[in-house]
């Protein structure tokens, strides 16, 4: 049985690409790169594309899944870009998982999630202690972290400050209401007294005057009492008319409240 060189030249060479550079694994040579090409290109969307394409040819591939996290976090997309990386940590090759940790520590980072970010890089740098960028990124979320922890207490005492405030604005504002409604009524109440007494006062003199007129009108006759009293209720009808008109300026004010 006579071996085909050619096709396992193809298949050692695909075996180096792989360990060479695990990130862009062959899943589907023509898509893949496309997909490459792209994403040196900083076209994110449609190196996500091809790669994503790939990945059908073979779902469960942690090369796949990298290759997608790596895109999707250009396209910031982070929480699609963790869950692929963590796919991605389904692999054998520990060069592939420890950049898997470095990334989902960068794409922590990059979502303010400061104690998971720390926690990747931990297990990146366990994989290859020698990995200054994980190290430096370690340090500086820490000292991240260091940060907010002791701008926290001012910021809670700022917050309370600014709470105590709008308290005493609330209350300033409710005792200026209350007052203004105290003068309100006062006011209201103060009217109505005036004009009550502007109602009683024509009729305590009329209630003077009728004797009076009364005893100058014995001698006259019948009809002319009659017309008489009958011109006094018209000119009653047309002051309780004319007082009338001048009480719903108050009504309106008090139906505005209500």
């Known amino acids: 049985m006579k071996l085909n ?10 075996l180096l690409l792989s360990v060479a550079n695990p990130g862009w694994c062959d899943l589907s040579r023509g898509k893949i790169k496309q997909g490459i090409k792209a994403y040196e290109n900083s ?29 999707l976090y ?35 980072y990059q979502l303010n999630k400061y104690q998971e970010a720390i ?16 190290k430096h990124n370690l340090e500086l979320v820490r000292a991240k972290l260091k940060e907010l922890a002791q701008k ?9 400050q600014q709470q105590q405030q709008q308290g005493q604005q609330q209350q300033d504002q409710q005792n200026s209401d209350q007052q203004q409604g105290e003068q309100q009524q006062q006011q209201q109440q103060a009217k109505a007294g005036e004009e009550q007494q502007e109602q009683q006062q024509p009729e305590q003199g009329e ?3 009728a004797p009076q007129q009364v005893e100058k009108q014995k001698d ?11 011109a006094l209720k018209s000119e009653e009808q047309e002051n309780q008319k004319l007082r009338r008109q001048k009480m719903p300026a108050g009504r309106m004010q008090v139906e505005k409240d209500w």
Do not use: C
């Not at 050619?6 to 298949?11: A, D």
């Not at 592939?96 to 470095?102: A, E, I, P, R, T």
């Not at 926690?119 to 994980?134: F, G």
């Open 74 to 108: 250009q396209n910031k997309k982070y929480e699609e870009a963790l869950k692929s990386y963590e796919k991605s940590l389904s692999s054998q090759d520990l060069a592939l998982k420890q950049k898997s940790y470095y990334n989902l520590g960068n794409t922590y």
């Open 5 to 14: 060189i050619g096709l396992i030249i193809f298949f050692i060479l695909v």
């Open 43 to 71: 076209q994110w969307d449609e190196s996500l594309q091809k790669f994503q394409d790939a990945l059908l040819d073979d779902p469960e591939h942690p090369v796949g899944h990298y290759n997608v996290a790596e895109a």
């Open 152 to 160: 926290q207490p001012m910021q809670n005492q700022q917050q309370q």
């Open 207 to 209: 209630e003077q005057q």
């Open 119 to 134: 926690q990747n890089y931990i297990k990146a740098l366990n994989l290859d202690p020698n990995d200054q960028d994980a």
């Open 220 to 230: 006259l006759s019948k009809e002319e009492a009659e017309r008489i009293l009958q």
